[in-house]
């Protein structure tokens, strides 16, 4: 299996802090974000290579990072690949960084799991992967708990098997507090339907979109994450992220 974390993005919501330095570089409670989803990864089996999907504008500064990462962790094969966007005007998108990678890397002879480079999780990912492995797709959720929050997020629905049955992004009017969150397992099979679906013209952007494409053609199943999850969007979140996740140092 391989691993694919997003972190192309600009952040421009987080203007001026992501002026000069990445998002997932940013320091959470003493680290920078890329490295809490590395560590999360710590006791994961299996793992081949670790790609990191970034910007022309940010990728030197990945490349350093990587290098004194890789130092201190020499067990751990990591990749950066430049996209070669310079701002929000030519970026690829999400989705269409993760077919990038998958070309040009060749990947897809492997099982995948993606996740944001900016997401934050307090619990290790292994019980998540060791629910996904085997399947064709599976998305992790997560409940937040209220009916207004979620509308800023995915609603989701799933049958008595946790597989999903409905995918709406932003609902005005949510029928659950479930959503998807940006942490995805994906077989070597269903790989190439990255493919299919940039072909047929769909968004390039956010992930989240392909899962909603993908789960009307193939069963997608889904774990639910426990403990803290966060979303970086804003510097409130970051602000709040950083005080919270002090509790979690090791």
């Known amino acids: 299996?391989?691993?694919?974390?997003?972190?192309?993005?600009?952040?421009?919501?987080?203007?001026?802090?992501?002026?000069?330095?990445?998002?997932?570089?940013?320091?959470?409670?003493?680290?920078?974000?890329?490295?809490?989803?590395?560590?999360?990864?710590?006791?994961?089996?299996?793992?081949?290579?670790?790609?990191?999907?970034?910007?022309?504008?940010?990728?030197?500064?990945?490349?350093?990072?990587?290098?004194?990462?890789?130092?201190?962790?020499?067990?751990?094969?990591?990749?950066?690949?430049?996209?070669?966007?310079?701002?929000?005007?030519?970026?690829?998108?999400?989705?269409?960084?993760?077919?990038?990678?998958?070309?040009?890397?060749?990947?897809?002879?492997?099982?995948?799991?993606?996740?944001?480079?900016?997401?934050?999780?307090?619990?290790?990912?292994?019980?998540?992967?060791?629910?996904?492995?085997?399947?064709?797709?599976?998305?992790?959720?997560?409940?937040v708990g209220d009916l207004e929050a979620i509308k800023k997020y995915s609603a989701i629905t799933l049958d008595e098997a946790g597989v999903i049955t409905s995918f709406e992004e932003k609902p005005a009017d949510p029928k659950s507090t479930l959503t998807g969150i940006a942490l995805y397992y994906f077989s070597r099979e269903t790989i190439p339907l990255f493919t299919t679906y940039l072909a047929a013209g769909n968004n390039p952007d956010q992930p989240g979109r392909f899962i909603q494409w993908l789960h009307t053609r193939k069963p997608v199943k889904t774990f639910q994450i426990r403990g803290t999850w966060f979303d970086i969007g804003s510097k409130e979140t970051l602000e709040e992220a950083n005080e919270l996740f002090k509790q979690f140092v090791r």
């Open 1 to 143: 299996m391989n691993v694919l974390i997003l972190a192309a993005g600009y952040a421009t919501r987080l203007y001026p802090l992501t002026l000069t330095k990445a998002k997932p570089l940013l320091d959470v409670a003493g680290k920078p974000m890329i490295e809490w989803v590395l560590d999360n990864l710590a006791g994961v089996p299996d793992i081949s290579t670790v790609f990191v999907v970034t910007n022309a504008k940010f990728a030197k500064d990945f490349q350093d990072w990587a290098s004194q990462y890789a130092e201190r962790n020499p067990a751990r094969t990591l990749k950066v690949v430049n996209d070669g966007s310079t701002d929000d005007s030519n970026k690829l998108g999400a989705i269409g960084d993760i077919s990038l990678v998958l070309m040009r890397e060749d990947t897809s002879k492997d099982d995948l799991l993606i996740v944001a480079g900016d997401n934050l999780f307090s619990e290790p990912l292994d019980e998540f992967i060791a629910h996904a492995r085997g399947s064709e797709a599976t998305l992790a959720t997560y409940d």
